[in-house]
C-alpha cells in the first residue's frame, strides 16, 4: 500500500486525490496547502488530514510518495525536500521553467535513490494510446505530419506571468 501526501489543493490536485482514491493499492494520506481552506475542502473529500506546513505533514502523515501539485514557481523547493526526506515524488507538469531547476530535481532524486515521475499523462489516454497502437500496427501507413490540437483553460494568473510559468 503506498501512503501518498497531496501538496497543493487546487483543480489538478483533486483530479489526482480522485484517482488515488480509486486506486486499490494507494491510500491518500494527507493534503498540505498554504491555503488552509482549501487544504481543509479536499482534505475533507478525500476524508484525510489537512495541513498547511509541509514539514509537519511529512512528520506526521508519513507518506511514502509526495504528489506535487503546486503553481510551477513551487516545484522545485517542494520536490526537492521531499526526495531529501526519502519521499518518492510525483510532480504536476511542467517540470519547471528552467533547465537549472529541471536538472536539480533530477540530481536530487539520483543522489537520493527516490522515484521521480513527471505526470505527462496524456500518453495514458485511451484515445492517444488507441492511435499509438494504430500507428505501430501500420493500420494508418507511417505518419509524415500529425497536428493535434487540445484546449484547456489556464490554471490561475500566475500562468500567464513569464517569471512563474515562462509567459
Request: proline share 7%; glycine share 10%; charged share 20%.
Amino acid at each position: 500500500m503506498q501512503r501518498v501526501a497531496i501538496v497543493g489543493a487546487g483543480g489538478m490536485a483533486g483530479v489526482h486525490g480522485a484517482a488515488y482514491a480509486k486506486m486499490p493499492n494507494v491510500k491518500p494520506v494527507a493534503v498540505v496547502d498554504v491555503i488552509p481552506e482549501a487544504a481543509a475542502k479536499l482534505a475533507g473529500t478525500l476524508g484525510v488530514p489537512s495541513f498547511t506546513n509541509f514539514d509537519e505533514m511529512l512528520k506526521s502523515a508519513s507518506p511514502d510518495v509526495v504528489d506535487i501539485c503546486t503553481p510551477t514557481p513551487f516545484h522545485k523547493e517542494y520536490a526537492i525536500r521531499a526526495m531529501e526526506a526519502r519521499k518518492h515524488v510525483v510532480l504536476e507538469k511542467p517540470m519547471a521553467r528552467t533547465l537549472a531547476d529541471c536538472r536539480a530535481m533530477i540530481d536530487a532524486a539520483n543522489r537520493t535513490g527516490v522515484k521521480f515521475m513527471v505526470a505527462h499523462v496524456v500518453r495514458f489516454f485511451p484515445e492517444f494510446a488507441a492511435i499509438k497502437e494504430q500507428v505501430e500496427s501500420g493500420a494508418v501507413g507511417k505518419p509524415a505530419v500529425v497536428r493535434t490540437t487540445r484546449g484547456g483553460g489556464h490554471p490561475g494568473r500566475w500562468f500567464a506571468d513569464y517569471d512563474q510559468s515562462g509567459g
